[in-house]
């Protein structure tokens, strides 16, 4: 399993991942009653974390893995976190994507030189469409979250946030992370476990689709009741991971969760006040620092901005309240 | 007048201030046609570079005129500088703004603590208002950019890329530099002729509007034939500083200029491929890179972003296509 060691060499054998800043706004500490910190990896290359964990798995693959390719299933920022770094390792990469998938991922996707295989969801069974891929070509499956080294590589913004919130003088506080199947939130638990015990990972995530909330309550991995429906494409995942849930079960706090227009209002924060550029699904645990505060304790409360693919007429409707 | 040795002095004086980040995009690159890297001022506190000039000044005041305060004139990100930096030092500031300054920039000012107090650019004489309201205070000015401290505050900005611009592997390239009274420029090209010669800057300006880079073509101040008549507000300068020329005069290279609508789609680029919020005059060292290639030479090109408070209207605009 993933530990802090594996989160330290999967930092070692990054190559150009940044070290996304830590971001502030008076007029957003205002907003939400106490000091709010974003960690902002929707400046991450690739606009997501996403690319961490790529780098992380492709960096672990043997050189002839590498030469035969990689195959990942996602609707979006593991889909260009995915094609960038198998690119950069000069590795092909297949990434099956649903048809309906935003426009601007599908083409970020592509521009990075990837092969986009689409798939319809209602009626085309993605996995064995994805197998059958994989089996053709020789192609190595890149988890989405529940793979060690991908959990590795994105526990590196963990490393990252222990020195920079120490460095802005907080001590204790939650680091509100949006979470989708987990990888992102417990690579970070398992970094700050090490590295900054002060700082207790709380899952963040769309009403309705706050699977990590429910199981971190209930003591067991549960469902969504629906698959789609909320603006927060980045992050909805059915259920927490096997591999994730059991490090967020010993390390994380009470989930949070939060309404789409909870997290366009996040957005709007965001642009507003920060001058950075998030999608909903990356705006959650922004959307709970501004409007679950009740839930929350201490003077300060960290956030991670977790990416920022978003589509025009969603950023449009977030900044101006208006459908163009 | 400024030299590095101020420059390094003003650095070591700085609190509170972002080392922002050199961001870049393979769009991007794609867009421009060489590789782009981008100065991300947009990110610093109170969304412009604006807030390192002022606190260099306002730092090198004495007691007694940090306890009497300061007073500032300016239509918007000068403002919100002082306004920042003036309460961090416990002083009071007096900004005098356009009535007609946009909104956000004004109520930026506001809250940050200082008295704001709008003058009609059309009926009332700025300069006999704000000497008026000094005398009765016993406020210091901060100039906006001809100011050897302002200058030096700038200049920061050129130490940090001189580094980071080495340490993506880029030599010898332009840095485009948003140009009204040259301030951030000037600063800029001091701190590379000690850290960088390698590095040239070059003032990006405003179609109609560019008063710097006639005169370095001249030899001399020239003024702009219009005052206002730009969507880039924030770097409408009526001619270069008597301090500022003559540094760009020595170190620049020419001047570039892009009309409202490229600086536009530099917004939008910004917004797609970067995922941050810069605004239109904040945005024209990039539109240069994007649409004035032909006149700049080597395989990389450095712009500056300088700042991020957009109305909503003008960023919708932008992304979209449309006015809202």
Redesign the interface.
């Known amino acids: 399993m993933t530990d802090v060691a594996a989160i330290r060499a999967a930092a070692r054998r990054l190559r150009g991942i940044?070290a996304?800043?830590l971001?502030?706004?008076?007029?957003l500490d205002?907003l939400a009653g106490r000091r709010v910190l974003v960690k902002?990896e929707?400046?991450q290359?690739t606009?997501s974390f996403k690319a961490r964990g790529a780098w992380a798995a492709i960096s672990a693959l043997s050189d002839a893995q590498r030469r035969q390719g990689v195959l990942a299933y996602s609707s979006g920022n593991h889909a260009q976190g995915v094609a960038?770094a198998a690119a950069a390792h000069g590795a092909p990469a297949v990434i099956v994507m649903p048809s309906d998938a935003p426009a601007?991922k599908i083409e970020?996707t592509e521009?990075?030189g990837a092969e986009v295989v689409l798939y319809d969801r209602g009626h085309e069974d993605r996995d064995a469409l994805g197998a059958g891929l994989a089996a053709e070509r020789g192609l190595t499956l890149v988890p989405p979250f529940d793979d060690p080294e991908v959990i590795a590589g994105q526990g590196t913004v963990g490393l990252e946030l222990a020195e920079q919130v120490r460095g802005a003088g907080v001590g204790r506080a939650d680091v509100l992370v949006p979470c989708g199947g987990g990888g992102l939130s417990a690579g970070i638990a398992l970094a700050l476990e090490a590295e900054a015990p002060e700082l207790r990972v709380r899952p963040a995530e769309p009403a309705g689709f706050d699977d990590m909330a429910r199981s971190l309550a209930g003591g067991e991995r549960l469902t969504n009741p629906a698959a789609i429906g909320s603006i927060c494409d980045a992050i909805l995942t059915p259920r927490p991971g096997a591999l994730t849930f059991p490090v967020l079960q010993r390390l994380a706090g009470p989930g949070l969760a939060v309404s789409d227009d909870e997290a366009l209002a996040a957005v709007e924060a965001a642009?507003?006040h920060?001058?950075?550029?998030?999608e909903p699904g990356g705006a959650v645990a922004l959307a709970a620092a501004l409007f679950r505060g009740e839930a929350i304790a201490g003077d300060a409360v960290v956030c991670v901005a977790s990416g920022?693919?978003v589509a025009?007429?969603t950023?449009?409707r977030a900044?101006?309240g208006?459908t163009?």
Request: hydrophobic fraction near 45%.
């Open positions: 940044r996304t800043p971001l502030a706004a008076t007029g205002r902002a929707c400046l290359v606009g960038w601007v970020g521009a990075y642009f507003r920060l001058h950075v550029v998030v920022g693919n025009t007429e950023f449009v900044i101006s208006r163009p």
